[in-house]
């Protein structure tokens, strides 16, 4: 598990999420721990193979 911080893209408060890399690239659903807001999140690997993580509104 790899530990990110994040921006929220609601409340824009940051937080701290734990995320497996084992499950390759993926995309997901985290509530928010501030604002309760679903963050749609995007994991995925850059050309160095490090584990990154993209989070958006629902919507977007």
């Given at each position: 598990m790899d530990e990110f911080?994040?921006?929220c893209p609601y409340c824009g408060e940051s937080?701290?999420?734990l995320v497996d890399g084992s499950e390759g690239e993926h995309e997901c659903y985290e509530d928010c721990s501030?604002?309760?807001?679903?963050?749609f999140l995007e994991v995925s690997?850059?050309?160095?193979?490090?584990?990154?993580?993209?989070?958006?509104?629902?919507s977007d």
């Open positions: 911080s994040i921006g937080i701290d999420l501030v604002c309760c807001s679903p963050i690997f850059d050309e160095l193979g490090k584990l990154k993580v993209l989070a958006k509104r629902d």
